[in-house]
């Protein structure tokens, strides 16, 4: 009964096949896209309904348990959506759609594997394979504006990701040489009698380096504002939210390793915590590029996450998890109104939102609940998930932090708002109406829904996130 | 096991079903199509909210000074927090306003609100569910959650519906009530902490460090004094208020800017009552500056809507200053004066809109004269001019005079600076007054102006009504009070007795 336990990632890869089948055959775009989404759709269900297995394959280098069914189901659920309401891919090339699908897949089956990985050297082939189908995505994108800024960003996106994914290497090394194992559950307890000798601390800060790259957290933050302004607006939402879960969910099982204490090591994070939100909330006030907007947001909100890491405590890292799946929901919310905005898969400025409450009166809803989410405006979820990352870093007296965070909320109202404004406040002009898909209705009421519901009654997300993350500490 | 909440006995949760009631109303807003039906429906229900409320008055047992009405459910155990709602001497006239506005406010945009109609009712309900929560939670997340989520609807309403500069001022109102509540809630993460509950009632009285409470109390003094407005954070309010349509500006200041002063009652006094006292003196002076501020800039005013906003600055000058003298005649005062304000201040708002409505302008010298043409309106507006400037036998005559009356008692000098602002409103509200009904030799024509209709009388009628009623029998509105009021006394009063020198400070800056 052990492939039981690997069926979500069998699955993954049966469909990846199938969509490799399909490329060699002349099959339209559309249909393409319909079986994958199906696929996707099929894939998040099995992950649903394999939340509760446990056990571990391959050696012990892949564990099954609660906290990597989590976000399996997280990841597969991101990817389902993003599929159903970006109808048809208006941004990428005529004759690499079915590839896009392929590769699109792939990445997600790497992260799925990656949360599952317990052993470095697995995790690093799971990255890899995430990592490179992303890669890929990039620069697919159609050359309607004549300046390849696809292929800049594509090349930005792989230049970094290397050099990220050597530093992790070089830290791992670190770990390898200073316990002589790869396991994590052989590296936790050597790590724990380790953790005051400064070899330990650069080993698990180089490893931490790598997701960090993942989660655009500063200084690794580089290659976000270009790669989400060079890729399609279906890439950049798919490299938006869904990796970043795969980044937090390892960061977490890279932490158990300095946990319960590492002064050093909290005293760096929170420094780079602090940094990411200012560098992030600042720069994004004066960006006219929705995306590039958003972008500098992830940034700042990439330092909100590591509030919750710091703590090293179970509570502490389940409200890290329940802040990054509120901020994937946001994410694909606000990147449903912009695929669907942008008429031929251009980038959008923030002034093409102008009117768009009569253009498309839903979308213009969603939007204006994404920015107020992302801004941490209650009742939606990021307000509550910022509300108990706050309360948990307070509790274990990082004041000045929190203070410091509480400002950042403040200060990144602003853009937010302008959004809303724009959206809201302005008549459209000459701008043409937005149709809308019927299934993009129902799934935009459906992530306007959930980011309320999961905003005012966090209690079961937050159970099941404190369970996993009590099975992996 | 809770000993501050006597748990609801009427038989239904009067009070979910009075914050959740509205928030259903919008339902039926989403399905309707026509604009004139979602009016009546919004009118209704506002109605049934209204009336709903009425038994919290009569139920309302006054010889306690504990939560009443009381409703417990666990909420998110992880943290404990709770949805915790009461009600007690303080919220309960400020909750019966909040339900008799909200039928006049869908009543006064019935014809000033033309575009985008069912969105617009739907931001009033939302906004009447958030304001009726803050006045009962008992929980300081569920407060919280409730405080900020208001800025959403009430940001569309100027944002949407405003005037010209409504970009400005609703960015404006968002980003400074905002900016001023984030270190709130750090404050009240740190509450929690020393605690270990986020239920407000168990937070108070406790033995906090004099620095710990220094520290919570400007957290709290920000977001409140930014909300009240105090000087010198009232800046955006004038811009809120002259953007704002009718109906926003009314529940702008009827209810928004009472959130404020509840705040300072509900939770820097009973919380931090010593630093409340060390700090009492600064903010004495800051009110008296509000006062003296409020009326010579409402004495300069040209656009009529500008004019009754300054005057709130200096209204809500007086509240302050009362609920900082620390007896119970000024706080009584103060409370009582927050129901004028909002009763008196709404009327005016919905008298300039009505002026709107006519001649697309709110200025002065446009509006001169219309007494002649429209006798009906320059009656109420008589009316509630002067009870906007405390004229015996009108409700805020009653409520100055207390507050006066124990700042008096408290320290004469504060209460002698204080006297300026009443004469100020005499003068500003006159000016106002002489020029609307009478104007002068070169008044503008005016004879197409028709008078009020049917439906604004009866909007305005009620408000007249407990203009006369409060300035001429308070005792009703008095009494529901005083038990509440002495408690809150003496829990301030228990740091009061403190020697811990902060006192003679505090007498250092106010000479007896």
Redesign the interface.
């Known amino acids: 009964m052990k492939m039981a336990l690997f069926f979500p990632e069998l699955f993954l890869l049966l469909s990846c096949l199938v969509i490799f089948l399909l490329t060699l055959g002349r099959m339209s775009s559309s249909t393409v896209r319909n079986i994958t989404a199906a696929l996707s759709v099929i894939a998040f269900f099995i992950c649903g309904g394999s939340l509760r297995l446990e056990g571990d394959l391959f050696f012990n280098a892949y564990r099954i348990d609660l906290f990597s069914q989590f976000f399996k189901l997280l990841i597969t659920g991101g990817v389902a959506v993003l599929l159903l309401f970006s109808r048809e891919l208006k941004g990428i090339e005529e004759n690499v759609r079915t590839e896009y699908y392929l590769f699109l897949l792939l990445s997600a089956l790497g992260l799925v594997m990656l949360v599952s990985s317990v052993e470095l050297l697995s995790i690093f082939v799971a990255l890899e394979l995430s990592s490179y189908a992303l890669y890929l995505l990039v620069p697919m994108r159609d050359d309607h504006g004549g300046l390849r800024e696809q292929m800049e960003a594509g090349i930005k996106y792989i230049l970094f990701g290397v050099v990220a994914t050597g530093v992790m290497l070089f830290g791992m090394s670190y770990l390898f040489g200073l316990t002589g194992t790869t396991y994590l559950s052989e590296l936790v307890p050597a790590m724990n009698q380790l953790i005051a000798s400064p070899a330990a601390i650069v080993g698990i800060a180089l490893v931490m380096g790598g997701f960090f790259f993942k989660l655009g957290l500063f200084p690794f933050h580089f290659w976000l504002p270009d790669v989400y302004q060079g890729a399609s607006n279906e890439t950049t939402a798919f490299i938006a939210s869904v990796p970043k879960l795969g980044a937090v969910a390892l960061l977490i099982r890279v932490a158990t390793l300095a946990a319960p204490s590492a002064a050093t090591l909290v005293n760096l994070l929170m420094i780079l915590a602090v940094a990411s939100m200012f560098y992030g909330n600042l720069i994004a006030l004066v960006q006219k590029d929705i995306k590039r907007m958003l972008a500098f947001s992830g940034i700042a909100h990439a330092g909100y996450v590591i509030l919750g890491i710091i703590t090293l405590k179970d509570?502490g890292f389940a409200t890290a998890m329940y802040y990054i799946t509120g901020y994937m929901l946001m994410n694909l919310a606000c990147f449903l109104v912009i695929c669907n905005v942008s008429a031929k898969g251009e980038n959008l400025a923030i002034s093409d939102l102008t009117g768009l409450y009569k253009r498309a009166p839903l979308l213009a809803f969603t939007l204006a609940v994404g920015m107020?989410a992302l801004a941490g405006?209650?009742?939606f979820v990021g307000?509550m998930g910022k509300?108990?990352l706050?309360?948990g870093a307070?509790?274990e007296g990082y004041?000045t932090l929190?203070?410091l965070a509480?400002?950042n909320?403040?200060i990144s109202?602003?853009y937010y708002?302008?959004v809303v404004?724009i959206s809201?406040?302005t008549d459209p002009e000459e701008r043409p109406a937005v149709a809308v898909a019927p299934l993009t209705q129902i799934i935009s009421i459906g992530l306007v829904l959930i980011i309320i519901i999961m905003g005012v009654?966090?209690?079961a997300v937050?159970?099941i996130a404190?369970a996993a993350v009590r099975g992996i500490m | 096991m809770h000993d501050f909440l006597i748990m609801n006995t009427l038989g239904y949760p009067i009070l979910s079903l009075l914050v959740f009631l509205p928030l259903a109303g919008v339902i039926p807003l989403l399905i309707l199509k026509n604009d004139e039906a979602a009016k009546y429906w919004t009118l209704v229900i506002t109605l049934v909210i209204a009336v709903v409320s009425l038994p919290l008055y009569f139920k309302f047992d006054r010889t306690t000074a504990l939560y009443q009405f009381g409703e417990h459910h666990a909420w998110i155990p992880m943290w404990d927090i709770n949805y915790t709602l009461g009600i007690d001497g303080i919220s309960l006239l400020l909750i019966l306003l909040t339900t008799l506005l909200m039928p006049l406010c869908v009543l006064c945009s019935w014809r000033y609100i033309t575009t985008r109609v069912r969105p617009f009712l739907a931001c009033l309900l939302i906004m009447e569910t958030s304001m009726l929560g803050v006045f009962m939670s008992l929980d300081f997340v569920l407060f919280y959650i409730l405080w900020e989520a208001m800025l959403i609807p009430m940001y569309l309403l100027i944002a949407i519906w405003g005037g010209p500069r409504k970009v400005y001022a609703s960015i404006k109102f968002f980003l400074y009530t905002l900016a001023g509540s984030v270190l709130l809630l750090v404050a009240i993460i740190a509450l929690y902490m020393k605690n270990g509950t986020f239920s407000i009632p168990m937070m108070m009285g406790q033995d906090y460090s004099s620095v710990f409470q220094i520290y919570v109390f400007l957290a709290f003094f920000l977001a409140f004094a930014i909300k009240v407005p105090m000087f010198p954070f009232h800046t955006w309010l004038p811009a809120a208020h002259v953007e704002a349509p009718t109906a926003g500006s009314v529940v702008l200041a009827s209810v928004l800017l009472k959130m404020g002063t509840y705040g300072f009652l509900r939770f820097c006094l009973p919380i931090t009552p010593e630093a409340s006292i060390t700090f009492m003196p600064f903010i004495l002076w800051l009110s008296i500056a509000g006062i003296i501020y409020g009326g010579f800039t409402a004495l300069a005013q040209q656009d009529m809507k500008k004019l009754i906003a300054y005057s709130s600055v200096g209204h809500m000058g007086f509240v302050t200053l009362g609920i900082f003298v620390f007896n119970a005649q000024g706080i009584e005062g103060a409370i009582l004066q927050m129901i004028n304000h909002g009763v008196t201040t709404g009327a005016l708002f919905i008298l300039v809109g009505m002026i709107y409505e006519r001649t697309h302008s709110r200025e002065l010298a446009l509006a001169a004269g219309v007494g002649k043409f429209m006798p009906v309106y320059v009656i109420f507006l008589g009316f509630f001019s002067l009870s906007s400037l405390a004229f015996p036998g009108t409700n805020s005559f009653i409520g100055e005079f207390l507050v006066l009356a124990g700042a008096f008692t408290k320290t004469k000098i504060i209460a002698a600076c204080a006297i300026p602002g009443a004469v100020l409103a005499a003068a500003y509200m006159l000016r106002m007054l002489q020029k609307v009904v009478w104007g002068g030799t070169d008044n503008p024509d005016q004879s197409y102006l028709s008078d009020l209709n049917i439906r604004e009388i009866i909007t305005l009628a009620p408000l007249l009504l407990f203009v006369l009623w409060i300035g001429l029998n308070p005792g009703p509105f008095m009494d529901v009070m005083h038990t509440s009021v002495n408690h809150l006394i003496q829990q301030v009063g228990i740091a009061d007795a403190d020697p811990q020198g902060m006192v003679e400070v505090a007498n250092l800056v106010i000479p007896q």
């Open positions: 509570t107020f405006i209650p009742p307000f509300f108990m706050l309360a307070l509790r004041l929190v203070i509480a400002i909320t403040a109202i602003y708002l302008s404004r809201y406040c009654m966090p209690a937050v159970d404190t």
